[in-house]
């Protein structure tokens, strides 16, 4: 396998997030994530104690918070947050509301991402902001809300929505986000190209399950690609 295979499996999280899930599922790509050495597992919040106690440390375990849709309380996003880094996730992705973005009650959607991330403590936690959904000018403001949150990513899509990450919301991200916010892209990486113009343009995580996929179908089985 070569450098910069390794190099762009190592930022991804290797993502099973569907509702029809089973542990056997996400058994194989926790397999697959300590075979191929991901930055992450990305599962739902069910399967984050098992998943941690079957890998043993040996990748981090990321779950999503308030998902898809994002419309729970605060009160609700805190405590799935608590139970997950309880049940040893060390992670979290979390959905804003959208709707008050698009009501421009930006206050209520900047204090529920600082309640998040003092819930996950010294946890990485990426915001999901669904570019998908949102105007340029959503965007870019979300940009800001996350910078001035604490969050440590801003990160495109649920994958569970209209489309996911696109080169065009990269370069926004990193045009408009703090310096000490990283962007995810998120959702439809369907290539080894994509990844890589992912990562040009900014991304330092991708959340994406085909690329596992991909390397698997080439490896010759002795570490090549």
């Known amino acids: 396998m070569s450098?910069?295979?390794k190099d762009i499996l190592a930022i991804c999280d290797h993502t099973l997030l569907l509702q029809t899930s089973t542990w056997e599922e996400i058994k194989a790509i926790c397999d697959d994530a300590m075979n191929f050495h991901t930055a992450s597992v990305c599962i739902p919040p069910c399967f984050v104690k098992q998943a941690n106690e079957y890998m043993q440390?040996?990748?981090?375990?990321?779950?999503?918070?308030?998902?898809?849709?994002?419309?729970?309380?605060t009160a609700c996003k805190v405590f799935e947050t608590k139970d997950a880094i309880e049940n040893?996730?060390?992670?979290?992705?979390?959905?804003?509301?959208?709707g008050m973005l698009k009501a421009k009650n930006y206050d209520y959607v900047l204090d529920e991402i600082k309640q998040i991330k003092e819930a996950c403590g010294d946890k990485?936690?990426?915001?999901?902001?669904?570019?998908?959904?949102?105007?340029?000018e959503e965007k870019i403001?979300?940009?800001?809300?996350?910078?001035?949150?604490?969050?440590?990513?801003?990160?495109?899509s649920t994958g569970f929505s209209t489309a996911g990450?696109?080169?065009?919301?990269?370069?926004?991200?990193?045009?408009?986000?703090?310096?000490?916010?990283?962007?995810?892209?998120?959702?439809?990486i369907s290539s080894i190209a994509d990844a890589e113009k992912f990562m040009e343009l900014g991304a330092s995580r991708?959340?994406?399950s085909r690329i596992v996929k991909i390397v698997k179908?080439?490896?010759?089985?002795?570490?090549?690609y």
């Open 3 to 5: 450098a910069e295979i």
């Open 57 to 73: 440390g040996q990748i981090p375990v990321c779950t999503v918070i308030g998902f898809p849709n994002g419309n729970h309380t």
């Open 88 to 98: 040893g996730a060390a992670e979290i992705d979390m959905v804003i509301n959208v």
């Open 124 to 136: 990485v936690l990426k915001v999901i902001i669904e570019t998908c959904l949102l105007t340029d």
């Open 141 to 156: 403001k979300m940009c800001e809300i996350v910078t001035e949150s604490g969050a440590d990513f801003i990160k495109t």
């Open 165 to 188: 990450a696109t080169f065009a919301d990269i370069e926004l991200f990193a045009k408009y986000v703090g310096k000490d916010v990283k962007i995810k892209a998120a959702g439809g």
């Open 206 to 208: 991708l959340g994406t």
């Open 217 to 224: 179908a080439q490896d010759d089985g002795n570490g090549g």
